[in-house]
């Protein structure tokens, strides 16, 4: 059964002396792909600002805005309205063989390849192949979610968004962003495509309609065997009519919700408010 859900994603910066200029990045759109369809969705900041839109190298839909007045305040403000779909499972399925054919090898390079989030490990490496082992390349991604699900420990505040795959394993804990890395290094290391998702999560799968509740970003991977599926190593579930994506990449340097470049200022407070409804 299809969800339609509104989202509102707030963040908020005070700075403790006037900035002069600003130049930001948002992605704070959802995707359009065969689960979603977005119904509507606007990117406006106080103070307001010019902007315009287009869709980076990795698919994801990008706000860009500056501010060029002095100012010891912004915030910006995501609103959307999505119809999500349940999941149906891969559509198509490849044997190992076929995954690691040159062709296939060649046109996944960069979800395939290590970067300073999902480096490469040979404790972990032997993981995945153990995982791996008797089963179809669909199966061993959700064996290796099962994995990171059943190591890692979700604990906020362990780690930062600057924290590798590696560091959290080695301390079994982290949150969404961790066991998503986590998971990647894991299918990887198999020669699966897999990227990482950002989006967001209702948490409740019996929502009252119109009840409003503290959201949150969320992320997720999706591994292409054939053509690309998500799963949610965090919960262990796979993706579903809660799950909102927003952006796609190798990891989560690619999707971040809001980065920028600001003149003058100093320290800055930051506050981030999501707020989510099940509308149907």
């Known amino acids: 059964m299809s969800w ?3 989202v509102v994603h707030t ?6 002396a006037p900035v002069t200029r600003s130049f930001n990045e948002a992605r704070l759109t959802p995707r359009a792909d065969s689960r979603q369809n977005v119904i509507l969705n606007r990117v406006e900041t106080v103070p307001s600002t010019r902007s315009y839109r287009y869709t980076d190298y990795w698919g994801t839909a990008v706000t860009s805005f500056d501010l060029h007045a002095p100012h010891t305040e912004l915030e910006v403000t995501g609103s959307s309205v999505v119809e999500t779909e349940p999941f149906a499972g891969p559509v198509e399925e490849l044997s190992w063989a076929e995954l690691h054919s040159e062709n296939i090898v060649d046109r996944f390079d960069e979800m395939l390849s290590t970067t300073a989030y999902v480096p490469q ?11 791996a082992r008797g ?5 061993a991604v959700v064996r290796a979610a099962e994995w990171v699900h059943g190591e890692m420990n979700y604990v906020a505040g362990t780690t930062s968004v600057h924290t590798s795959a ?10 969404c962003q961790d066991y ?3 998971t990647l290094v894991l299918l990887r290391s198999m020669g699966i495509p897999s990227r990482y998702v950002s989006g967001y999560l209702h948490p409740n799968p019996a929502a009252e309609i119109n009840a409003t509740v503290a959201g949150q970003s969320h992320a997720w991977i999706e591994a292409w065997t054939g053509a690309w599926w998500g799963y949610d190593p965090t919960n262990n579930i796979a993706i579903n009519e809660q799950h909102i994506s927003v952006g796609v990449g190798r990891d989560y340097a690619d999707v971040p919700p809001l980065k920028g470049i600001f003149s003058g200022g100093g320290s800055t407070d930051l506050e981030v408010v999501v707020e989510i409804t099940r509308l149907a």
């Open 121 to 131: 490990d040979k404790k972990l490496a032997a993981i995945a192949k153990q995982l």
């Open 4 to 6: 339609r859900i509104r």
């Open 166 to 175: 590696v560091q959290a394993f080695a301390e079994r804990r982290g949150v």
């Open 180 to 182: 998503a890395h986590l």
């Open 11 to 16: 963040t908020g910066y005070v700075y403790d």
């Open 135 to 139: 089963v179809s390349p669909a199966k």
